[in-house]
């Protein structure tokens, strides 16, 4: 819309489409049927513009239909100069749409007239009170100036009430442009806008200031929406202008702004029960005597569900007492203090606006006997007593979630609350909304990250028949309890076990959750049987490909910053202990009479810095009941001490012989300095076993087909020595058919293990560097079916590459009471 003082109009800020997708806008002919469609109307009805445009309004608006007939519900429309209230929409899928209806009367040329229909959901989107309050006044208020521009931009229809504007006649806007009828005025920036929707087919929406013709007060604010209208083929047909004055919104927005210093206070902590005091003692007394917040209970766990608008149902949601203020010494308003659980009232204004989600502005509160007041004994009293004679009930809440409501009453001024005020204090609490909402997240985020720590880590460590084993984990950020650290034990195969220990830079959520991603690596490749330095050079791989993810983008966070990782594999039947780290503090190896030592392991590059230095593995042969260390380096190095301080501290605490191995871990974490941890801390200890010659029995063949008998018997006999009938059968099929395939495929002399542990584990080597893969055999094949049957008589199979050639072996669980003859 456009002035005689166009030299102050200013377009404002530019609402986006989704802050009105509420509102739809439909121009209808003399007869009720549809003269022009838009895209706001058809996002509310799912009609498009063919489907509507030439029928009658009837297709969407039931009630023109009901009506005794279009023409009669048009000439009521005449007389009343249009018509507004709460009607129905009938959406394209079937739903029936509740629905503010508002229909005003346009005049065209030569005496022809046309309608528009103003339709938006009685439920509105969520959006700010600022944009509501532009919104509102288009839809349900007067007066609003309406006009139509064909596609020229000539004026084609008007309302009367478009006068009150711009102290334009009717006559004289008709048939022209806005650039014809203000000359020297800046029209050409509100036809460019025009032009823009014309091309684009969008909505736009702007607001002004500008004086009103009649009035020499000061500058009134207006919002001015133009809509682009479509014909039955979808094409522009003109623009739809709608004006409304926005003055009060445009106050509210000026007191927002000398508020807007203290505005800084809300959002400075991330504690919910201070960020609802901040709230009161902000609106206290500037807006009202006094202010209570309550808050949804479960917001500062973090857990379950939040409460959304409109979905509380029967049940209300538990509310507690957050902030509390008053002009009165001791807030004698409230019957609750900071902490307390509140009583709220099956039917009262909160819940209303608990089951709605919608502000409530109570100008004159009714306090007499008999009144919702009286539901809660303890409040109608000190209502009475204090004198409150005006309230407003706003709903705390962040997108669709109910964080809780404020309460604001007077009780000393005597001038009740006005709509204004309900706009200043929807503002206000939608500021304390996000820092609410900022905790309710950092608290489910702490949550999360305790969950997501406790099942990344083990539970519980298994060393089998190879390793006794104890740990500890100490998080540097013990409020949250989550950080990068990771240790695990893995079962291989042949008895053997895989450790590891690990760092990821960081902590938090984030180093966490890459933490997960590098523990499941080091597990798959430790399932491939992968020496330590192929594994760490994998790993290595992976990390710099995670680091690489969102890199490109300036402000995401890269996945992985980089880390260190110490592995190794410890083998019960040899006493072997194979290693290579990656930037890892070495190993502390703690013989049977304490003697404490630091293998010369080389130290190797941190995983992810994409050095290319191949990583070095080191063996070393444990004596049984030797106590190997795995740490981070949160454990040997603070702010005031080196690592080799730390280191020397740590062997001291470890050099003491018969003590058990959680009594070690205490004691080693103990030696820390008083001072709060600066990184994350981890300790695993394992204490080296050994299996029994008498467990494992081990023979050498001929690379011939002669092994493949022989084989079989031996491994019959040991199975029968150790009582271990059952397996007999079973067994030497696999033997047979392992045996086979390294006769086949193999080079070289064959050797047969079989090792008693917890599981009864058959391996076959031989000199061949090539590994078994199972195929499909076709039913003409004469071989091939040899690992499907070592499958399905296995609980799992696989092979491992060893220097000089490979293992294949194969697993089978030992029968429960299988009256089977010790073999200590």
């Not at 309004?57 to 018509?83: D, H, I, Q, Y």
């Amino acid at each position: 819309m456009t002035t005689t003082s166009l030299e102050a109009v200013t377009l404002g800020k530019q609402l986006s489409t989704s802050d009105i997708s509420d509102t739809a806008i439909a121009l209808l002919d003399e007869q009720g049927n549809v003269a022009a469609w838009t895209h706001t109307a058809e996002r509310l009805a799912g009609f498009s513009a063919g489907h509507v445009v030439g029928r009658s309004a009837a297709l969407v608006l039931p009630s023109f239909k009901a009506a005794m007939t279009t023409s009669a519900f048009v000439e009521r429309c005449r007389a009343e100069n249009g018509w507004s209230g709460a009607t129905a929409v009938r959406h394209r899928d079937g739903r029936v749409l509740d629905v503010s209806l508002r229909i005003t009367m346009l005049h065209g040329q030569d005496g022809t007239a046309r309608w528009l229909a103003s339709v938006t959901d009685t439920v509105p989107l969520p959006g700010d009170a600022t944009d509501a309050s532009v919104r509102g006044p288009l839809l349900a208020r007067t007066p609003i100036g309406v006009g139509i521009r064909d596609l020229q931009l000539r004026s084609t229809y008007v309302n009367d009430d478009a006068e009150f504007h711009d102290g334009l006649p009717r006559g004289r806007r008709l048939g022209r442009r806005f650039t014809e009828v203000l000359p020297g005025a800046n029209a050409e920036t509100i036809e460019t806008v025009m032009r823009q929707v014309l091309r684009n087919g969008t909505t736009e929406i702007h607001q002004y200031r500008t004086w009103l013709p009649t009035s020499r007060g000061p500058e009134h604010q207006f919002a001015a929406s133009f809509q682009c209208l479509q014909g039955a083929d979808g094409e522009a047909l003109g623009v739809c202008v709608i004006g409304a004055d926005v003055t009060a919104s445009w106050q509210a927005r000026e007191r927002l702004a000398v508020l807007s210093h203290a505005g800084t206070r809300l959002g400075s902590t991330l504690d919910v029960m201070q960020a609802g005091q901040e709230l009161a003692d902000l609106a206290v007394p500037l807006l009202a005597d006094h202010v209570a917040v309550d808050l949804e209970q479960s917001i500062s766990y973090g857990e379950g569900s939040p409460v959304r608008i409109g979905a509380t149902g029967k049940h209300l949601p538990g509310l507690r007492r957050a902030g509390l203020a008053s002009i009165r010494q001791g807030v004698p308003e409230s019957p609750w203090l900071r902490g307390e659980p509140v009583s709220v009232p099956a039917v009262s204004p909160f819940t209303d606006v608990l089951h709605a989600g919608k502000s409530l502005l109570e100008p004159v509160l009714d306090t007499a006997s008999g009144t919702w007041v009286d539901k809660v004994p303890e409040l109608a009293h000190r209502v009475r007593e204090q004198g409150v004679h005006s309230i407003m009930i706003v709903p705390i809440r962040a997108r669709r979630a109910l964080l809780g409501v404020a309460l604001f009453v007077r009780t000393t001024d005597p001038a009740p609350f006005h709509e204004v005020d309900l706009l200043l204090a929807e503002e206000l609490v939608g500021r304390a909304a996000q820092s609410l909402n900022n905790a309710r997240q950092y608290a489910r985020k702490h949550t999360v990250a305790l969950t997501l720590q406790r099942h990344l880590l083990p539970r519980r460590l298994t060393g089998g028949t190879a390793v006794e084993t104890a740990s500890r984990y100490l998080p540097a950020d013990m409020d949250h309890g989550v950080g990068g650290d990771w240790f695990d034990v893995i079962p291989l195969s042949g008895a053997r076990v895989a450790l590891v220990v690990g760092d990821v830079i960081g902590h938090g959520l984030h180093a966490a959750a890459t933490m997960g991603r590098l523990r499941t690596a080091v597990q798959t490749l430790a399932d491939m049987e992968l020496p330590p330095d192929e594994l760490l050079a994998h790993l290595d791989d992976t990390v710099q490909r995670l680091g690489e993810e969102g890199g490109d983008l300036p402000d995401q966070t890269p996945a992985v910053a980089g880390a260190t990782c110490l592995y190794a594999v410890y083998d019960p039947a040899t006493r072997r202990c194979t290693m290579a780290r990656a930037g890892h503090p070495p190993p502390a190896v703690i013989d049977p009479q304490g003697r404490v030592s630091y293998p010369d392991l080389p130290t190797g590059a941190p995983l992810g810095v994409g050095l290319g230095d191949p990583f070095e593995s080191v063996e070393l042969e444990l004596a049984e009941g030797s106590v190997l260390a795995l740490y981070t380096d949160g454990l040997i190095e603070t702010r005031d001490h080196d690592i080799d301080e730390g280191m020397h501290r740590l062997g001291i605490a470890l050099a003491q012989p018969g003590r058990s191995l959680e009594e070690l871990c205490d004691t080693a974490t103990r030696t820390l300095p008083d001072q709060a941890p600066c990184d994350d801390i981890t300790l695993l200890l394992v204490r080296a076993r050994s299996l029994s010659s008498s467990r494992v029995a081990s023979w050498s063949l001929p690379g011939d087909q002669s092994a493949v008998s022989g084989a079989r018997n031996l491994a019959a006999r040991q199975l029968r020595e150790w009582g271990l009938e059952g397996l007999v059968d079973a067994t030497t099929l696999i033997v047979s058919e392992l045996v086979t395939n390294a006769v086949r495929h193999g080079t070289g002399q064959i050797g047969l293990r079989l090792i008693r542990h917890q599981v009864l584990t058959c391996e076959v080597s031989d000199a061949g560097p090539c590994t078994p893969r199972p195929r499909r055999a076709r039913a003409t094949d004469e071989n091939g079916r040899g690992l499907f049957l070592v499958t399905n008589l296995s609980r799992r199979w696989g092979s491992r590459s060893v220097p000089g050639g490979k293992v294949v072996w194969a697993e089978q669980a030992l029968p429960h009471a299988s009256g089977a003859r010790s073999a200590q």
